[in-house]
């Protein structure tokens, strides 16, 4: 276990009746004061790996622990977990005050303290003026900041966040990404979200959990996931990725030379594997990675471009190498405004020190 793990899912699996596999030998070590993301398309298991964090759901097996205690079997109320709740669940016809004082109305607490801890809470989230508010008054983005009001008023130790963004608009969405980054900082708890939004992802987390059927793909930083994806599935869920199926060349210290059909390749290899001279493998290539120019030169490989799309500072530019392989290339705009149409040919290459990963499975 990690020295310094708050809360380890210890070979967690979940079936549910009918024999759906919600999670598959799931291992996870939470660190303190981390804002970890479960990221995957839906379906995956991220909510069920909150619900068995929270007690809500018991494993099939395996077990969870806090801070080294196993608390499998403690009920979610004696864990000191809160979640925010992707439907929010907040009571319509209550006042926003009651709606965070009711976590603490199960605890020993005097009437006085109970509302400056609501305060306080409502203070941290940018809503003291809301007190008497009715719930059923406010827009979404205040009913979202009541829920994590009302979270945060029983300071747990590790705060659980289903999708808490997903029903806002794409611009409140981002202003409330940075909101909740900065919540998670002052608070220094423990935060776990999750989200299906790989962008979200990317701009929020410390660290993030790539999930698929049930079973975790990597764990990393956010960069790290975004340079060196482990998977070819990370490698396609995380931006945009060229996989481009290319024969082994030979070796030159760190450096693995592929050729994909004539386009000459680059990549590294995480695990260390050297494969054995003519073996195919697969090279994940970002669009930013690649080259465009109107002539062929050193290290290039004629493709024909096939679609054009304005991205602003970037065109995105799909092209077919020689063999009919698909590849998306982002090129910069020209200063003289001409660029590449459909039909003619691009001379596309490597960008010197791209970091192309060498993908498994
Ligand atoms: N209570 C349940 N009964 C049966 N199947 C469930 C139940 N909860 C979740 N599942 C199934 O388990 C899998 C994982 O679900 P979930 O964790 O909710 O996914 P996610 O949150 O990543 O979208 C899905 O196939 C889902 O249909
Ligand atoms: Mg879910």
């Known amino acids: 276990m990690a020295p310094d793990a708050l809360v380890r899912l210890d070979k967690v699996s979940k079936a549910f009746p009918g024999g759906v596999v919600g999670l598959d030998t799931v291992d996870l070590d939470i660190v303190m004061g981390e804002f970890l993301t479960l990221l995957g398309p839906s379906g995956c298991g991220k909510t069920t790996s ?65 509302a400056k801890r609501v305060r306080e809470a409502l203070d941290m989230v940018g809503l003291a003026d809301k007190l008497r508010a009715r719930v059923s008054e406010l827009s979404g983005g205040q009913r979202q900041r009541v829920a994590l009001a009302r979270a945060i008023v029983c300071e747990p130790r590790v705060l659980l966040l289903d999708e808490p963004l997903s029903a806002l608009d794409a611009h409140l969405r981002e202003q409330m990404q940075v909101e909740l980054k900065r919540l998670q900082s002052r608070l220094g708890t423990t935060f776990v979200m999750v989200t299906h939004d790989q962008t979200e992802a990317l701009s929020i987390s410390d660290r993030i959990v790539v999930m698929n059927k049930g079973r975790i793909e990597q764990i990393a930083p956010p960069a790290m996931l975004y340079d060196r994806p482990a998977t070819r599935f990370v490698a396609s869920f995380i931006g945009t990725m060229n996989l481009l199926q290319s024969r082994f060349l030979g070796r030159d210290g760190e450096r693995l030379h592929f050729a994909a059909g004539d386009l000459p390749l680059e990549a590294t290899s995480d695990s260390g594997e050297t494969p054995a001279a003519g073996d195919m493998r697969t090279i994940g290539v970002r669009p930013e990675d690649l080259l465009v120019a109107g002539e062929a030169g050193e290290g290039t490989a004629p493709a024909r471009v096939s679609g054009v799309v304005f991205h602003g500072r970037t065109l995105r530019l799909h092209a077919e190498l020689g063999q009919g392989t698909p590849i998306v290339i982002d090129a910069p705009r020209r200063a003289d405004g001409s660029q590449f149409g459909v039909g003619d040919v691009a001379y596309v290459s490597l960008r010197r020190g791209a970091n192309c990963p060498m993908l498994s499975s």
């Open 50 to 114: 909150l619900r068995v964090i929270a007690g809500f759901e018991s494993p099939s097996s395996g077990n969870v622990l806090l801070e080294g205690r196993d608390i499998t079997g403690l009920r979610p109320f004696d864990r000191p977990v809160n979640t925010v709740f992707q439907d929010y669940a907040l009571f319509p016809h209550m006042d926003v005050a009651a709606n965070v004082g009711f976590g603490l109305s199960l605890r020993k607490l005097t009437g006085a303290e109970q």
